[in-house]
């Protein structure tokens, strides 16, 4: 290096280094976080730290719930809920930064759920699309995008078990298996936290929360704890791996215990056992719900009950704020155990870079309209989530179709596509059904509509011209299934059947003797047992997100081969809920303890998902017959696509103990891969299996057992057999 540059580099860093001396230590990036955080934490006043346990919506934050009004914020407030606009976001972290005594920024914070502007399928279908990659670049461009608009963070992901599709939530899901939960929350956390435009990730709702009795959704649960650990916390435990700066802690009743405040799960398990060093925010007004669940006989009873059991920010009830420093002074809280909330809160503060950029600079993205790239990525999730139910060969629609019936409220429907967590998405962006056909079908083929009913309510009167057109036509695309609103938060059904006068449609459409190929637009799985025999075709479309009809034109039109595989067990009838894969099994198998009226088994078992192509499964290869705890042990399996098309295949692993101290499931998933395999072609895949994680089971304490003896494997059609050595 030249001697004057050097001297210049040196100079200058002799300045800074002087210049940072001066400022206070918490203001010095050179310095450890642990460090700038007591060093503010000293400086703080008792009302400042209470601030900084306070968030508040503002402006069109979350639809479902009640926002503060803009006069009634305090600058000192720890953190704000807001979305879609910069300039608010900014004026508001203006007043924290340069109009406080210690200028200690607010972290902003939404439901950036599957997508932003942009909108993804919802978090079920993106995990039929079994691609870890795909939903973690959909993440970080949401993520992007979010950033460009002035979020920090996002309440996302949830991790919830999925299991009760009567619960409208099961949409915000990744489904029913815990493996692929935990596989698809750390594919998130880090796709929303990474890269230069990362948001700090939210694992939600901690925990429970997917076991809501009866699917009826705020209602309490009831969990055996060997259970909780079992289905419930893996995902958890993956994102914090992961790395989630936040979690969110739930508002069910979890054995008598409320969720948030719940010491064993927030602070036992989440902090002491798993090492969180981030901070647990209460769901929308769980804190004060804990009077209404019968858990705190007040106000100030659960603002301390919360507290101490480990939730450090309240959200939006404003019970910490009215209440902490009335019972620090009554002595009910340490003053130690707000403290220690509140540097959870600063260390994220600190580690997301806020005191150094609290501000968000405006960017191409901001407020923008979807981009060409975000639109191609929306394209290739949906398509990638969609899940061929059935076939009998009229897919994809060949040369013979020239007169398509496009038939069922949602045909048109754009706002249904979005599903409920579209945040700043548009109805008016979205593909619908028909726009996407009307666009892809080859020229001479004609697209004729009639919404034959609404999706709830209305009369027969559309159904005569919707009969008179499937006539008319050579094959009917039947487009039926909920709103957006149907499912979601605050949105449980008792049923999974068809909403208004759908199924009836399907079945007069059917009699019109043309191929019906049905649509379901849904954010749970639905009740199809009366019209599935009548349909050629069914395509689980879900809540596809922006590009919706789009990616739908392309499946029907074989412009795409259909991968997606279910994430969640599809059940015949609502009666059948709870069931799941993963189940244990029964004292009698057949037809004893069997049901009388239906077929025990579920309409489209977790897994099922049908191609354009065919694959065939050669033999599972065990590298050795017994593996011990410690070893590792190789299995491969061959797939041969037979078919005459390119197509994805996904092989999903099953393991089953027949013999076990606490019985097993009866399939359990532990791995999976998805790989495009050209028509005529091989290809190997592996499961490395590694005991003491794919093998052991936890106990009522959470503590993983191995034990020697037996194991199924299965991989396709295929199954092994091997054996655990002590
Ligand atoms: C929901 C959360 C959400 C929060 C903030 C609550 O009602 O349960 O999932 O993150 O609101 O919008």
């Not at 995902?235 to 409320?258: C, H, I, K």
């Not at 968000?360 to 975000?374: E, W, Y």
């Not at 709103?483 to 199924?503: D, H, I, K, V």
């Not at 379901?520 to 799985?525: A, E, F, I, W, Y």
Request: glycine residues 10%; charged residues 20%.
């Amino acid at each position: 290096m030249q001697p004057m540059l050097l001297a210049l580099i040196l100079g200058f860093s002799a300045i800074s280094t002087a210049m940072s001396a001066e400022l206070p230590p918490y203001r010095r990036p050179d310095l450890p976080v642990d460090q700038r955080v007591a060093d503010l934490l000293s400086r703080m006043t008792l009302e400042e730290k209470i601030d900084q346990l306070h968030q508040c919506g503002v402006g069109d934050a979350n639809p479902n719930n009640l926002i503060q009004r803009a006069d009634e914020l305090r600058a000192t407030y720890g953190s704000f809920m807001t979305a879609g606009d910069l300039a608010l976001r900014n004026a508001l972290q203006r007043r924290a930064v340069e109009q406080t005594r210690l200028g200690i920024p607010a972290i902003f914070g939404a439901d950036v759920i599957h997508g932003y502007r942009t909108i993804f399928p919802i978090p079920l279908a993106q995990a039929c699309a079994w691609d870890a990659d795909l939903l973690r670049h959909a993440c970080r461009s949401a993520a992007e995008s979010a950033r460009a608009d002035g979020l920090d963070w996002t309440f996302a992901p949830m991790v919830d078990h999925g299991v009760d599709p009567r619960w409208g939530r099961i949409a915000e899901t990744f489904g029913e298996s815990p493996y692929a939960g935990s596989v698809f929350a750390a594919a998130a956390v880090t796709g929303y936290q990474e890269g230069p435009q990362g948001i700090a990730a939210c694992l939600k709702h901690y925990v429970g929360y997917g076991a809501s009795e009866g699917g009826r959704d705020y209602s309490s649960t009831e969990i055996a704890p060997q259970r909780l650990w079992e289905m419930h916390l893996p995902p958890f435990e993956a994102g914090v791996r992961a790395g989630a700066l936040t979690v969110m802690s739930a508002f069910n009743d979890l054995n008598g215990v409320p969720a948030s405040a719940n010491h064993y799960t927030l602070t036992e398990v989440l902090r002491q056992r798993w090492g969180f060093q981030g901070f647990v925010v209460s769901d929308w007004g769980a804190v004060q719900q804990l009077i209404q669940q019968g858990y705190a006989a007040d106000e100030a009873d659960a603002a301390q009950l919360a507290l101490l059991a480990g939730v450090d920010l309240d959200m939006a009830d404003g019970l910490y704020r009215q209440h902490l420093a009335g019972l620090i002074a009554a002595g009910r809280v340490p003053l130690a155990a707000v403290d220690e909330a509140v540097s959870r809160i600063l260390r994220v503060k600190f580690e997301r870079g806020l005191f150094e950029q609290p501000f968000v600079a405006p960017s191409a993205l901001t407020g923008a309209a979807p981009t060409p790239a975000q639109l191609d990525l929306a394209e290739e999730f949906a398509a990638r989530a969609m899940v061929l139910l059935k076939n009998t060969g009229v897919l994809p629609l060949g040369p013979e179709v020239r007169r398509l019936a496009l038939i069922g409220p949602l045909a048109t429907d754009q706002a249904a596509l979005l599903g409920s967590w579209a945040q700043q998405g548009r109805a008016a962006e979205v593909a619908s059904i028909e726009a996407g056909l009307r666009e892809r079908l080859p020229a001479g083929v004609s697209l004729r509509g009639a919404p034959g009913c609404p999706i709830e309510g209305g009369g027969r009167e559309g159904f005569d011209a919707a009969v008179a057109l499937a006539r008319e036509s050579d094959a009917v695309v039947l487009c039926l299934g909920e709103s957006a609103g149907m499912s979601g938060e605050n949105a449980s059904r008792s049923t999974l059947r068809l909403p208004g006068l759908q199924e009836e449609l399907a079945l007069v459409v059917a009699a019109a003797g043309k191929p019906v190929v049905l649509l379901v637009v849904s954010g749970r799985p639905v009740e199809l047992a009366a019209v599935e025999p009548k349909m050629a075709a069914i395509l689980a479309v879900w809540q596809p997100g922006t590009r919706g009809g789009a990616a739908v034109a392309d499946l029907l039109l074989g412009r795409r081969n259909p991968s997606g595989r279910l994430s969640v067990t599809w059940p015949r009838t609502s009666g059948q809920i709870p069931i799941y894969h993963n189940m244990r099994p029964r004292a009698r198998t057949g037809k004893e303890g069997a049901y009388q009226d239906i077929d025990t088994s579920p309409l489209y078992e977790f897994g099922h998902g049908l191609s354009y192509t065919t694959f065939a499964y050669g033999p599972i290869r065990l590298a050795r017959p017994t593996v011990k705890p410690g070893e590792t042990l190789t299995a491969e399996v061959t797939v041969t696509n037979t078919g005459k098309r390119d197509g994805i295949e996904t092989v999903l692993w099953f393991i089953r103990d027949p013999a076990a101290s606490i019985t097993r499931p009866l399939k359990d998933l532990k791995h999976f891969e998805s790989a495009s395999i050209a028509a005529g072609a091989s290809r190997g895949f592996r499961f490395e299996i590694d005991p003491a994680r794919d093998l052991s089971f936890p106990d009522a304490d959470g503590h993983r057992i191995i034990e020697p003896g037996e194991i199924i494997l299965f991989a396709g059609p295929e199954t092994a057999r091997f054996n655990v050595g002590p």
